[in-house]
């Protein structure tokens, strides 16, 4: 018979009769033993055999008793808030992540950094004293419950990038890693994120307010996906860090991780499985950290000056932050190479609009019509030529005061203006000139 069968069987006669037998009274008085407590007796024994059937082995030791378990790789400090677990490694002065010397980054103008990052505050800053940030978490989806568990930092110590990656091993122990991070805060004159703006830097502000420690005085903040978005999406369907690093620097990962499986490797770790397991995570940031020094160096070198073998996509990409930086000198050599590089007429009239648009601000007219001139010129026809007649029609009417010439480009509005907004500008145009004419 099988043990549920069993089980069935010896539960169904336990009911009480409605009315009190002979039976029954004997055995409330203690005259006979009722069969029935054996039953309960073989009942509980074999409940006991279906517990033992579906429980774990007891050499088996549950993962959650087992708890985290020591990296194989950094140290722990003693700090006056807790143990501290620590990962170090210098990086040698010549070192080169995939074609640019990380050093390179300590030659940056801060004043160019201030432009390509749109952001002034950055004008005087001393860029040797940067500190780049990136962090890997328990949740990609931020919030109040997702904790860093591998806060990543680097910066130049005596000419050489020092990489510093603080791991937390046990949820309950934030503070060290927190204040030590608030004291490399104080020592830096900006800070350098990837993405850090969004992510890193309100999860991070979020565990120093749960964590009742004062939150560090953040100086400027410099995320370079904001820069890489302006500069080079124009080319790039994707500007994940791992992407522009292989296309700006030439360095490609091998084995490298993804990032939505780090959470679940460090939740492992917790639970006592093999810490060996979060090696390549450690390698996954360390990388992050080392090609952000090598990214900020390598868009600065393109904006510094134009290299003809550049794509002209970013030497148009370069004069539009230019353009918003009020670097008009800047825009003029970009936009240029832009126009000389490309084979693309809308490329090329876009540049050409830049230059236009620069003259205007500088109030030279004409050279905002000779601009406008080579981008008809560029444009052909179709709706880029509408756009360019428009733009010379508002030129020759409001700043050169020529009505004739306005009234020419004007006929050739139609596709960007429509019907009715071109018959008005015709109409008024028709109409100064007839005004000229008669007092002429």
């Known amino acids: 018979m099988r043990l549920r069968d069993r089980l069935a ?25 009722d069969d029935r407590d054996q039953r309960i007796v073989r009942l509980r024994s074999l409940i006991g055999e279906v517990a033992a059937r579906t429980a774990l082995p007891s050499r088996v030791p549950a993962l959650s008793a087992r708890g985290p378990q020591l990296l194989p790789v950094g140290g722990s400090r003693s700090t006056p808030q807790g143990a501290l ?44 004293r940067l500190l780049i940030i990136d962090t890997e978490t328990t949740g990609l989806a931020g ?41 490399r ?21 979020t565990r120093f307010i749960l964590n009742r420690i004062a939150l560090p005085e953040l ?28 296309e700006l620097l030439g360095f490609y990962r091998e084995d490298d991780i993804d990032g939505a499986a780090i959470p679940g490797l460090y939740l492992a770790y917790l639970r006592g ?10 390698t996954h940031n360390d990388h992050d950290l080392v090609a952000l020094a090598a990214i900020l ?41 832009a126009v000389r590089g490309s084979d693309s007429a809308e490329l090329a009239v876009e540049a050409l609009s830049l230059l236009a648009a620069v003259a205007r601000r500088r109030g030279d007219s004409l050279a905002a019509e000779s601009a406008w001139q080579r981008a008809l010129g560029a444009a052909g026809t179709g709706r880029a030529a509408a756009r360019v007649h428009l733009a010379l029609a508002r030129l020759y ?19 960007v203006e429509g019907p009715e907004a071109q018959g008005r500008r015709l109409g008024r145009l028709r109409k100064r000139i007839e005004r000229l004419a008669i007092s002429g």
């Open 9 to 33: 069987s010896l539960a169904a006669p336990m009911a009480e009769p409605a009315v009190p037998t002979e039976h029954t009274a004997k055995r409330l008085t203690g005259d006979v033993t």
């Open 85 to 128: 677990h620590v990962i170090e490694r210098w990086l040698d002065k010549a070192h080169c992540h995939g074609r640019v010397p990380v050093c390179d980054a300590l030659r940056v103008d801060a004043a160019l950094v201030a432009r390509l990052a749109l952001d002034a505050t950055f004008e005087g800053v001393d860029l040797t």
């Open 143 to 183: 919030g109040s419950g997702t904790v860093p568990f591998l806060i990543g930092l680097a910066f130049f110590d005596e000419g050489v990038l020092k990489v510093e990656q603080l791991f937390l091993q046990n949820l309950g122990g934030e503070v060290p890693l927190l204040q030590h991070l608030r004291e």
């Open 185 to 205: 805060i104080a020592q830096a004159s900006c800070i350098v994120s990837y993405n850090g703006k969004a992510f890193d830097w309100p999860l991070l502000r």
């Open 219 to 246: 100086g400027p903040h410099l995320d370079l996906l904001h820069c890489c978005r302006r500069l080079l999406r124009a080319r790039m369907p994707s500007v994940r860090l791992k992407d522009v690093e292989q």
């Open 273 to 282: 499985e093999d810490p060996s397991t979060l090696l390549p995570v450690i």
């Open 297 to 337: 160096s390598r868009l600065c070198a393109h904006f510094a000056d134009v290299a003809p073998h550049d794509d002209p996509r970013d030497h148009l990409a370069y004069a539009r932050v230019a353009f918003r930086a009020s670097d008009f000198e800047r825009v003029d050599r970009f936009a240029e190479a």
């Open 397 to 415: 009417e409001r700043q050169l005061k020529d009505p004739g010439r306005a009234h020419q480009h004007a006929r050739f509005t139609f596709e």
